[in-house]
């Protein structure tokens, strides 16, 4: 090659590298007059069979440090907004609205330093110039440098963080103000709540903290005062001696290296009866799926599972991104430990339920796969920038392919209200999606009919002699085997359903702790093979097109199951899991928008995963 060749070629590549990429999902700008409004929605109607409900609770706003670092401008209002149906404002300039909107939801800004960079307003790059500027007149040598400064942050001693706590109650009054105003009995919960953001050695141990009602402390309590759990219940026991109803909900286990569910507590001493009651009084709930990953099961923990390994991200959340322990960092694991403990000591700390939510900093919940838009501007704020197409980085850095678009949390309540809703969390009559609306109903009882579903009012039938998902099923001398009754349906905007599992763990005479997954109901004409397992129900997707047919599964699936292997002197757990055909995943719809390949994987298969019904055996019956 010629000296001039050269350099012309170094010349193009340098024009190239300061070019915007064309990026068709910043498209339209928001238009502020033109915004669509908050959707009527009519109120629902009180039920003694519940009726479900979907939120969101676990959503950030521009009162979060990382959010507000991140170039996020948007506040609680516009968050309640979003959940409700309105659209809003994306720090990328374009509206983003939910298709169907939330009956209820969180903002959930982290408790530690909040509202304090909104004031003091440190010199970052999304300061000089917003997300969206950067993303429609930049090159990518320009965004990569723009990511990587804001990457590496900022000393918060060295912008000034003196007077920070009278900030965080004026942020904290502004968030209480929002809830009060969007919370719309019948019709809209919005709960007060915050972030607890402890990361011992960049480990995760963060919890939401949600309150029952507007009775709450004048300022959050933060991981600043303290990092260990235990503190953050003794804060929270405080609050309750002063009449306040809260409780506690973990997320991103999966980051946590396995200290989330430890078999140990925080210190490294050993685990007593009186640390598991506290906890589980506590946190009754834990989030399995969100935007950073599944925290449910991980294949090198459940290796017969051929499912297990949807949505992984096992890295720690520091800039290292060092690998996370799997044990001690998945809901399935933690459930099996639980039970290894009652065995052996006579207590169990993790007799959790769970649900979903999607940890979006955007006020926004980004849990549609054709509607993503992403959990911090500057990392995954638009198609181009999660794909890497304008920055000179890595699609598996974060905010790039590996994260993605779960979840939703689902709850079985009488009525729409604070309190319904606060309790029927509380009795764990919940479940997670990884986004899309499936309904899911799970019972567990003695001497159910095999004609269960026909009959005109089932619900009431599987209530009188069993329990319902969250529920502790108490033995009955001499019935047997218990039925499982579950029913699903599919969501009307996402996939049809592939089959029906039940999970089961129970814990053998030595105390060791074993699992199984049980296909149940599945849709077309495949059968079991002798190891119990289920032919793939096919895949649809065109990847070149991002579309998909329901042509395959089922709208609807239900089955009465009864465990062949029912040992009534073994402690076990039981709980459904429903898994979509594949569908498109939102890289595969943002690959398609940019033309661009699609990066693996193309599809996924959604699901939903309920809350589990325990048994114990006579001796440990009532909790065990």
Not at 404 to 432: C, H, I, P
């Amino acid at each position: 090659m010629t000296d001039r060749r050269i350099a012309i070629t170094i010349m193009l590549q340098f024009v190239l590298a300061c070019s915007p990429v064309e990026d068709p999902s910043l498209l339209p700008e928001f238009d502020a007059e033109k915004k669509a409004p908050i959707p009527p929605k009519p109120a629902t109607q009180y039920n003694t069979q519940r009726n479900l409900y979907w939120g969101d609770l676990h959503v950030h706003t521009s009162l979060s440090t990382d959010a507000w670092t991140m170039g996020v401008r948007a506040t609680p209002d516009d968050a309640y907004r979003f959940f409700r149906g309105g659209e809003i404002e994306h720090a990328g300039g374009y509206g983003v609205k939910l298709k169907r909107p939330l009956d209820f939801g969180a903002v959930t800004d982290h408790s530690e330093y909040l509202g304090l960079l909104r004031v003091i307003q440190p010199d970052l790059p999304l300061k000089k110039r917003s997300f969206s500027e950067r993303m429609r007149n930049d090159g990518k040598l320009r965004n990569s440098i723009a990511f990587l400064q804001t990457g590496l942050g900022f000393d918060l001693n060295d912008v000034g963080v003196a007077g920070w706590e009278n900030h965080s109650r004026d942020a904290w009054r502004e968030t209480i103000d929002a809830a009060q105003r969007h919370n719309l009995p019948g019709e809209f919960t919005a709960f007060i709540a915050y972030e607890w953001s402890s990361a011992p050695e960049k480990r995760n141990l963060h919890r939401n903290v949600i309150y029952r009602d507007a009775n709450v402390p004048e300022i959050p309590y933060s991981s600043l005062n303290s990092s260990d759990p235990r503190d953050l219940w003794v804060e929270l026991q405080r609050q309750r001696d002063r009449g306040m109803r809260v409780f506690a909900i973990p997320h991103n286990g999966n980051a946590s290296d396995g200290i989330m569910y430890d078999s140990v507590v925080f210190d490294g001493s050993p685990m007593n009866a009186a640390y598991a009651a506290t906890r589980m009084q506590n946190e009754p709930l834990s989030e399995i799926y969100q935007v950073k990953g599944s925290s449910e099961s991980h294949p090198q923990l459940s290796p017969e599972d051929e499912f297990a390994a949807f949505e992984i991200v096992d890295t720690q959340l520091s800039q290292a991104a060092d690998i996370s322990q799997p044990a001690g960092s998945y809901a399935r694991d933690a459930l099996r430990t639980g039970m290894e403990m009652s065995h052996s000591e006579g207590f169990n700390p993790y007799r959790f339920g769970v649900i979903g939510s999607s940890d979006g900093h955007n006020a926004t919940s980004p849990v549609e796969e054709d509607n993503y838009h992403g959990k911090l501007p500057i990392l995954d704020g638009s198609a181009a920038t999660r794909l890497r197409e304008n920055m000179y980085l890595s699609r598996e850095t974060p905010g790039g392919t590996r994260w993605g678009s779960g979840g939703l949390a689902a709850v079985w309540a009488q009525e729409n209200t604070r309190a319904s809703l606060f309790d029927a969390m509380r009795r764990k009559e919940t479940y997670a999606t990884s986004g899309p609306r499936i309904t899911v109903r799970f019972f567990g009882g003695w001497d159910y009919p095999q004609q269960l579903f026909t009959t005109d009012d089932w619900i009431s039938v599987a209530e009188k002699t069993g329990v319902p998902m969250g529920g502790d099923l108490e033995p009955k001398p001499g019935a047997g085997a218990p039925t499982f009754a579950v029913w699903a349906i599919r969501d009307p905007d996402s996939g049809n359903l592939d089959r029906i599992q039940i999970i089961k763990g129970w814990v053998d005479s030595q105390g060791k702790s074993h699992e199984q997954v049980h296909n149940v109901a599945w849709s077309g004409n495949r059968s079991l093979d002798a190891r119990g397992k289920l032919p793939p129900v096919g895949n649809t997707v065109d990847l070149v097109a991002a579309t998909y047919s329901n042509t395959i599964g089922a709208n609807q699936l239900s089955t009465l199951w009864s465990d062949p292997e029912f040992d009534a002197e073994q402690e076990a757990f039981y709980y459904a899991r429903v898994i979509e055909i594949p569908t498109p995943r939102w890289s595969t719809y943002d690959a398609q928008k940019l033309g661009v390949d699609v990066p693996e994987p193309g599809s996924i298969q959604e699901r939903a995963v309920t809350s589990a019904i325990w048994y114990s055996p006579p001796a440990k019956a009532g909790g065990g």
